[in-house]
C-alpha cells in the first residue's frame, strides 16, 4: 500500500507540474494525459479500485518517443529524458518512463483493493470446513500478495492477518489464503474460492 501511495503522490505531481508548463497550449496532448493521471489518482484515493486500468494508460502512452523535423511525439510528463536512435532528422526511442512499466503488478493487484471477499475453503481442516463462508476486506498489497488488515472470526479466534494470493482463471477465481491468529500460532492454510463483491466504504 504504502508503495502505491507514493507511485500515485508522484503521480499527482508530475501530472500538476506538466499541466501547468502548458497552460499556454490548452490543446496539447500532454494536458490530456496529465488530466488521465489526476483521474487516476484521485480515483485511487477515494477507493474506486476499479479504474485502475488509468494508471496503466498514463505509464504506457508516456513510454514512445518519436522526432522528425516536422513532427514530434512526446507525451512524457514532468521528466523530459528519453533514449532514442537518431538517423538525421529522425529519432525514435523510449521515455524515461519505461522505468514506471516496475509499477504495473502492483497497479494490476489494486483491483482486488477495498473490496470484500467472501470465499470457501476447497480443503478440510480443523478449523476452517468446508463450505462454510468468510469474508474480509482487502486493503494492502505487500509484493505479489494481498493482505486483509480487518479481522476474520472463525469458531471462536480471531485472525488479525489474511495473506490472499488471487489466481484469475475463465472459469472460476481460485487463491491460497494465509489465515495468522492474533497470537501468531496455528496458522491456517487453504486453497479457496473466492467472490469479489462490490466497493466497500
Known amino acids: 500500500m504504502k508503495l502505491l501511495n507514493g507511485f ?8 500538476f507540474i506538466t499541466l501547468f508548463n502548458n497552460l499556454n497550449n490548452l490543446l496539447s496532448p500532454k494536458i490530456i494525459v496529465s488530466l488521465i493521471g489526476i483521474t487516476s489518482a484521485i480515483l485511487f484515493f477515494t477507493k474506486k479500485s476499479s479504474f485502475y486500468f488509468l ?20 507525451l512524457s510528463q514532468f521528466l523530459n529524458i528519453h533514449f532514442s536512435i537518431r538517423w538525421g532528422t529522425f529519432s525514435i526511442g523510449i521515455n524515461a518512463q519505461v522505468l514506471l512499466l516496475i509499477f504495473l503488478k502492483q497497479i494490476s ?6 473490496k470484500k471477499v467472501t470465499f470457501k475453503a476447497y480443503t478440510e481442516n480443523l478449523k476452517l470446513k468446508r463450505g462454510n463462508e468468510y469474508s474480509f476486506i482487502t486493503t494492502d498489497i ?33 487463491a491460497g489464503i ?3 491468529p492474533l497470537n501468531e500460532n496455528g496458522k491456517i492454510k487453504a486453497t479457496i474460492e473466492y467472490k469479489m463483491n462490490n466497493n466497500v466504504w
Open 55 to 74: 494508471a496503466i494508460i498514463w505509464i504506457i502512452v508516456q513510454i514512445p518517443y518519436l522526432k522528425t523535423d516536422t513532427f514530434t511525439l512526446d
Open 142 to 174: 505487500i509484493s505479489k500478495k494481498l493482505i486483509g488488515k480487518s479481522e476474520i472470526e472463525i469458531e471462536n479466534e480471531s485472525y488479525s492477518k489474511v495473506i490472499f494470493e488471487p489466481q484469475k482463471s475463465e472459469r472460476i477465481k481460485k
Open 8 to 15: 500515485y503522490i508522484f503521480v499527482l505531481i508530475a501530472s
Open 178 to 180: 494465509t489465515l495468522i
Open 109 to 114: 493487484l489494486s483491483e482486488f483493493l477495498f
